[in-house]
């Protein structure tokens, strides 16, 4: 944990579950828990859990010229977001290459919050705010509980009146056990899930209740790599471990496009003058490699960075890989070369342990059509 210079105030109750806390971003994480990680990942598909994901950078952007700040560094048309809603995005950089993905959140005509991982992100928009009457603030005593699952929104709606009409991507200030918190319709899981923006004093005693009285419900605490099962089923990408930095090309330094990712669908159409965007557009059909899924044959999960081969050619590698225990399948995310991100591709995925027969299917393996995580009512 050298690197950690940020905590949350949650740290020892992971410790009492058994957690080194392992560092992911700065902050002291939850990676590991005295307890099998399918039974989390169970509860998130089937009932709900409860994760500390406070590692994730809050910055707040107030002033006159914050929308002009966020049109500037990300992807989305910010006249479309209005306060209380929010937008998925991405940053790029002058060569039109992934530095960040990040949620923006209008909480006011002035007034912005964008929640970015470990890429550069901040650094984006410290850049973009230069000469400009801006106001950009790091939050780390703004604490992120998410709560995932199917039942979520029931436990929720005992009390927090109005919570089974906050629609997907929206969020809402209120309160919770009479404390302040903004409560946010998003998550990493794929399925109806909100996360609960609360301040470091308070996030204890939300953590303690809600897994008290959510206990008889099947709410469970769940570690942070619970994510790792859930986002290969739902698509849902982790810089840098899906992405060239830790998986390099042989002859250029790291960086991806968005159209090698999928995550082309961030660029609000139409949308220029955003940093990289004209070397974005020009990019496209250039792709180098594409993020697409493999499924594989047996329950033998593939390794991470596993090689992927066909025809005895070096074709791609597994950048995240899981069984499912509810679906009885072995899946994962791959990078693959471009003639064989084509679904029923046959590939060889070779493990450490041997080789293992697979196929190239798209992404989402879970929930194509999104129907859970936007479910009403």
Known sequence: MTASWRFSTLADRHRALGSKLEDWSGMGTAWTYDKDADEEYIAIRTKAGLMDVSGLKKV???????????????????????PGKSAYACMLNEAGKFTDDCILYRTGPNAWMVVHGSGTGHEELQRASVGRDVSLRFDDNLHDLSL???TSVDYLAKHVPGIRDLNYFHHMQTQLFGLPVMISR????????YEIFCRGQDAGTIWDRILDEGKSAGIIPCRFTTLDMLRVESY???YPYDNSQKYPFDNEGPGDTLWELGLDFTVSPGKTGFRGAEEHYRLKGKERFKIYGVLL????PADEGAPIYRDGKKVGVVTCAMYSPLVKKSMGIARLDVDCAVKD?????????????????????????????????
């Open 60 to 82: 707040h952007i107030t002033g006159p010229h914050a929308s002009h700040l966020i049109d500037l560094a990300t992807t989305r048309d910010v006249e479309k977001i209005y």
């Open 148 to 150: 995932q699952g199917p």
């Open 186 to 193: 998003t998550g990493y899981t794929g399925e109806r899930g």
């Open 236 to 238: 849902l990408l982790f």
């Open 297 to 300: 044959d047996g329950k033998e």
């Open 345 to 377: 591709t046959k590939l060889e995925i070779r493990n450490k342990s041997g080789a293992i027969k697979a196929t190239a299917q798209p992404l989402p393996f879970d929930d194509p059509k999104k129907t859970k995580r936007t479910a009403k009512g």
